[in-house]
């Protein structure tokens, strides 16, 4: 599967749309240093905008200048994190489990 | 001793590199009809390039990344690629202009007509390029740049009435009948030459091209803080010596022999020499800067190897594009297209090109990613802030004005 | 916004996300030099059903995207994820640059334009 036909795909539960497919998480296991480290897929974060450009803000601590970040951050509400476990199928159509957790999109 | 000779050089370069054909014709020109009544726009614009210059100067020296990198990073390729698309064709048209300025510059030392001159001069460039270390072209030309100064010594010698012009700069707003529509034409237009985006691109891969790391942020700083006001009081001179000279017996900025006019009546024909051997340094200069500008931009932008750094076999795509943007340029003048024009129009396009990658730049000098902890401060930011206003605004307001002004007509 | 939302619990390794960390990213040869960028990813199921990121797809594409076609899945536009040893900034690999087929155009360049211009292979200055 390319990554690239996954972004932007439509996410769903029980049949109605709660979002697209933003980004996709992956797990470096070998700590640090990812140095022909697996790269696992753990999780995909999903917003109601499709494709739409972070800048970076909201994902990993980046606040300044406030004024870009407050208006990335408004337009951005309603973003989260989907544990790749309760994904039930990756195909055309996300279909994500009913009661799927929602987690912080922010990455540590 | 070496250290204190390269700041010294470094700040010398910068106050050279700082004036191309677009602040001598774009000064002049307003220096005849204005007086000295839009130097506040100088203000602005040498305040935000160095501003400009400051931030992607800090990414590149810490992230050992620059400019297009940045941006197709950020943006993705496909904003990117609209966002380099834009960038070229107005970095493309300044290359233009300063071939022609080149030309016009040996025109007036020799005689004989400009066209005569673009195709030696764009093949020298290219050979330049090919050949001679980044260091020694920076420095060379910056250096031979400052025989601008003809122009403030000139304006001195003219004996002005100082009052009088320090009146114009606080006024702001001329004494002659020209209208708001074109006052504010010019503004944009003198905001676009004073802060040219093609700097940040050569400002941002050179800092690569020198290896700067973080030791040298205070460098660059120090090039910034002195370098470019300096280099903008030396735009205020040409502006200066048109006010004195041209504005008063009414003669308008058409060629570049006007806009030297002024250092002839105050200095003669060796101040005339002195300041077109000046004119011709910075924009060969300035050639040499919008030349690898393109290719860095789209070098950088493709991930390709690019630099001086690097032998030419070890970066070809980045040396194919250089010839090509020069093919091109060459090809252009050769038509025999008036300079003076083109320089025109490329700095009303520096005005709109402008918001494309100062928003990156601003973005990422925030982002702990790219410069660890040397985000931008409070102050900085605030100001940064202001400027992404100002530049937005200039970059809206600059083809409505120049449609409806006639080119400031 | 997001901060009202609880944080997952520790995957046990380092977290990074495609969009963000990897695509778009320069890569790097095993000598430091830019070598594409990062188009996007080839993610590949293993026996446990998990997924991973199998290779590197070089180069944004662009110019294949423009001409109408969709991106052929050529090996030779891929680097494999293995030879990646750090990933920042930059992708740092340790792939040797000769060996990677994606670069024929950079070849193409170098053997049949600069390297026939008199200095091509100097060193600079």
């Not at chain 2, 040498?46 to 810490?62: D, E, Y």
């Not at chain 2, 735009?235 to 006007?258: D, E, K, M, R, T």
């Not at chain 2, 093919?327 to 083109?342: A, F, K, R, T, Y």
Request: proline share 5%; charged share 15%; aromatic share 8%.
């Amino acid at each position: 599967m390319i990554l690239g036909d996954l972004l932007g795909r439509t996410v769903e539960c029980d049949g109605r749309r709660i979002g697209y497919v933003l980004d996709a998480r992956f797990v470096l296991r070998d700590g640090q240093n990812p140095g022909r480290a697996p790269a696992e897929l753990v999780g995909l974060v999903i917003g109601p905008r499709r494709r739409a450009a972070f800048l970076g803000y909201e994902r990993i601590g980046v606040d300044r200048p406030r004024v870009i970040s407050r208006w990335l951050a408004h337009r951005h509400r309603g973003s989260f994190l989907v544990d790749i476990d309760d994904v039930v199928e990756l195909d055309d159509v996300v279909e994500v489990r009913s009661g799927f957790d929602r987690w912080s999109p922010l990455l540590p | 001793m070496s250290k204190i000779f390269g700041v010294a050089l470094g700040i010398l370069t910068a106050i050279g590199g700082f004036v191309d054909i677009g602040d001598l014709v774009t000064n002049a020109v307003v220096g005849s009809r204005f007086g000295l009544s839009l130097v506040w726009v100088v203000v602005v614009g040498v305040i935000g390039i160095s501003l400009f210059a400051h931030m992607s100067g800090k990414v590149t020296a810490l992230s050992g990344r620059a400019t297009f990198d940045i941006i197709r990073e950020r943006l993705g390729p496909r904003a990117a690629l609209a966002n380099l698309t834009g960038s070229m064709a107005m970095t493309l048209l300044t290359l233009m202009a300063e071939i022609g300025g080149v030309a016009l510059a040996l025109q007036l030392l020799s005689g004989v007509v400009p066209v005569a001159y673009v195709l030696p001069v764009a093949l020298l460039l290219w050979l330049v390029l090919w050949r001679v270390k980044f260091s020694i072209l920076e420095n060379v030309a910056g250096l031979m740049g400052l025989l601008l100064v003809a122009f403030i010594v000139a304006l001195f010698q003219l004996g002005p009435d100082w009052g009088e012009l320090g009146r114009q700069v606080v006024q702001q707003t001329p004494d002659t009948g020209e209208n708001g529509l074109t006052y504010a034409f010019y503004a944009v237009a003198l905001f676009g030459a004073a802060m040219t985006p093609y700097e940040v691109f050569f400002f941002s891969s050179g800092a690569a091209e020198d290896h700067w790391t973080k030791q040298d942020l205070w460098l660059s700083r120090l090039n910034v803080l002195i370098g470019f006001p300096l280099g903008g009081l030396l735009s205020i001179a040409i502006a200066g010596c048109a006010a004195v000279v041209l504005l008063p017996a009414g003669i308008g900025v058409s060629s570049l022999s006007q806009v030297v006019a002024p250092v002839g009546v105050a200095l003669g024909v060796a101040g005339l020499v002195v300041v077109l051997v000046g004119v011709l340094a910075a924009t060969a200069g300035a050639a040499i800067e919008t030349a690898l500008s393109c290719a860095y931009s789209i070098a950088q932008f493709a991930g390709w190897p690019w630099g001086k750094r690097l032998r030419p076999s070890q970066a070809p795509q980045f040396h194919a594009v250089l010839l090509g943007v020069i093919v091109i340029g060459c090809l252009v003048m050769l038509s025999g297209i008036d300079p003076i024009m083109v320089t025109e129009f490329s700095v009303v396009f520096s005005a709109v090109a402008l918001p494309l990658t100062y928003f990156p730049i601003l973005v990422v000098a925030n982002d702990p990613q790219y410069v660890g902890e040397n985000t931008n401060g409070p102050l900085l930011n605030l100001v940064a802030m202001i400027y992404l206003v100002i530049v937005m605004v200039a970059a809206l307001a600059a083809i409505p004005l120049m449609i409806l002004t006639n080119m400031g007509a | 916004m997001s901060d009202r939302l609880p944080r997952h619990p520790e995957h046990g390794g380092r977290l990074i996300d495609a969009e963000l960390n990897l695509l778009d990213r320069q890569i790097l040869d095993r000598d430091g030099h830019p070598m594409l960028a990062v188009g996007d990813l080839v993610l590949e199921r293993d026996d446990d059903g998990r997924w991973t990121i199998d290779r590197v797809i070089l180069g944004s594409g662009l110019t294949t995207r423009f001409f109408g076609a969709h991106r052929p899945l050529a090996t030779r536009d891929t680097l494999d994820w293995h030879v990646v040893t750090d990933v920042g900034y930059v992708l740092n690999t340790d792939a040797e640059r000769d060996e990677v087929a994606a670069l024929w155009r950079e070849r193409w360049w170098r053997d049949q334009v600069i390297s026939k211009i008199p200095g091509g292979n100097h060193d600079p200055g």
